[in-house]
């Protein structure tokens, strides 16, 4: 071998060396298995063509498969589009509110003791012989005062105002029955009314029912009352423990409209009846005559039917 060939030989040698090393460090330090074969494959190929070699047939894993690489997404707020954020889902309607603003049909503070001018005193179901019951209007209350009899038990009455006409409306007032029975009526005409009326609920030791009441072991009753035969029909009632707290205001609310009779104590509704039988009349104040307190009466039109709450 001349010596210029020979120098040709280390040249390539060398630089066959080198091309060895580096390929041979990234395929150990970057590379799977696959792509140490791939890089493999690689350095025999470049020293076959330095030292003018023939390529051999195959020597990669021939299962080896080279996926492209992945595109990268930079999040750049300011340069990409709002993601639309999926609505949760929507939540049922809240119940009907009560419309304060419903228009008012009839409103009595009794802040006037000349306000009792405006009610017919009506004693339900007494011999011709009863002493009237006495209401009278004092301390910004109206005020079912007794009869002056030894025993008012049964002897029930009711102070009547407003208008026959009045239809579609909710009559609502406070009340204080102390241990006797107290009510509101609604659609009172010659005919018959409506009546909603609460017994206090039982001392604690008591077994149920009010001594000192027409009706036992009964929290409340609506009922349908009429007048040209003195009969009563039961709509609803609750349990003695459903009754009014001694000593404290309630509220009693009946509304009326559509064939449809609701009745509510102290805001909770506690029956609805269908029954069209008294669609429009007066409203009223029940109490036995003995003693009861009432306050703040509402009468108001329904703006609508009656809520379902």
Same mark, same amino acid.
């Given at each position: 071998?001349? /010596?210029?060939?020979?120098?040709?030989?280390?040249? &390539?040698?060398?630089?066959? @060396?080198?091309?060895?090393?580096?390929? %041979?460090? *990234?395929?150990?330090?970057?590379?799977?298995?696959?792509?140490?074969?791939?890089?493999?494959?690689?350095?025999? &190929?470049?020293?076959?063509?330095?030292?003018?070699?023939?390529?051999?047939?195959?020597?990669?894993?021939?299962?080896?498969?080279?996926?492209?690489?992945?595109?990268?997404?930079? *999040?750049?707020?300011?340069?990409?589009?709002?993601?639309?954020? !999926?609505?949760?889902? !929507?939540?049922?309607?809240?119940?009907?509110?009560?419309?304060?603003?419903?228009?008012?049909?009839?409103?009595? %503070?009794?802040?006037?003791?000349?306000?009792?001018?405006?009610?017919?005193?009506?004693?339900?179901?007494?011999?011709?012989?009863?002493? /009237?019951?006495?209401?009278? !209007?004092?301390?910004?209350?109206?005020?079912?005062?007794?009869?002056?009899?030894?025993?008012?038990?049964?002897?029930? %009455?009711?102070?009547? %105002?407003?208008?026959?006409?009045?239809? *579609?409306?909710?009559?609502?007032?406070?009340?204080?029955? +102390?241990?006797?029975?107290?009510?509101?009526?609604?659609?009172?005409?010659?005919?018959?009314?409506?009546?909603?009326?609460?017994?206090?609920?039982?001392?604690?030791?008591?077994?149920?029912?009010? @001594?000192?009441?027409?009706?036992?072991?009964?929290?409340?009753?609506?009922?349908?009352?009429?007048?040209?035969?003195?009969?009563?029909?039961?709509?609803?009632?609750?349990?003695?423990?459903?009754?009014?707290?001694?000593? &404290?205001?309630?509220?009693?609310?009946?509304?009326?409209?559509?064939? !449809?009779?609701?009745?509510?104590?102290? +805001?909770?509704?506690?029956?609805?009846?269908?029954?069209?039988?008294?669609?429009?009349?007066?409203?009223?104040? *029940?109490?036995?005559?003995?003693? @009861?307190?009432?306050?703040?009466?509402?009468?108001?039109?329904?703006?609508?039917?009656?809520?379902?709450?």
């Amino acid at each position: 071998m001349s /010596h210029l060939h020979q120098s040709k030989a280390v040249k &390539q040698m060398l630089v066959l @060396a080198v091309l060895v090393a580096a390929l %041979t460090t *990234y395929s150990v330090v970057h590379g799977t298995n696959g792509e140490q074969l791939q890089a493999q494959a690689v350095i025999v &190929q470049h020293a076959n063509s330095v030292l003018g070699e023939p390529e051999p047939t195959q020597l990669v894993d021939p299962n080896f498969v080279i996926f492209p690489e992945p595109e990268v997404t930079v *999040y750049c707020p300011s340069c990409q589009e709002p993601k639309a954020v !999926t609505p949760l889902p !929507t939540m049922p309607p809240a119940p009907t509110p009560v419309d304060t603003h419903a228009p008012i049909l009839l409103q009595d %503070t009794f802040s006037s003791e000349a306000s009792i001018n405006n009610y017919s005193i009506m004693d339900v179901a007494q011999p011709s012989d009863f002493q /009237h019951s006495t209401w009278r !209007t004092e301390d910004g209350l109206l005020k079912q005062m007794g009869d002056y009899s030894e025993s008012a038990i049964d002897k029930e %009455t009711i102070a009547v %105002t407003g208008d026959e006409s009045m239809s *579609y409306y909710e009559v609502a007032v406070q009340a204080d029955g +102390g241990r006797t029975p107290v009510g509101v009526v609604a659609c009172y005409t010659s005919q018959g009314f409506y009546l909603l009326r609460a017994y206090p609920a039982p001392d604690i030791g008591e077994s149920g029912g009010d @001594a000192m009441s027409s009706v036992d072991s009964r929290g409340w009753i609506l009922e349908r009352y009429n007048l040209q035969t003195n009969t009563r029909t039961l709509m609803a009632d609750g349990l003695p423990s459903a009754g009014y707290i001694q000593g &404290q205001w309630s509220s009693l609310k009946i509304q009326v409209g559509l064939g !449809t009779v609701a009745a509510y104590m102290n +805001g909770n509704r506690i029956a609805v009846v269908q029954d069209s039988k008294y669609p429009s009349g007066k409203v009223g104040l *029940y109490s036995e005559a003995r003693y @009861a307190r009432f306050d703040n009466l509402v009468v108001s039109r329904l703006a609508s039917s009656i809520p379902d709450r």
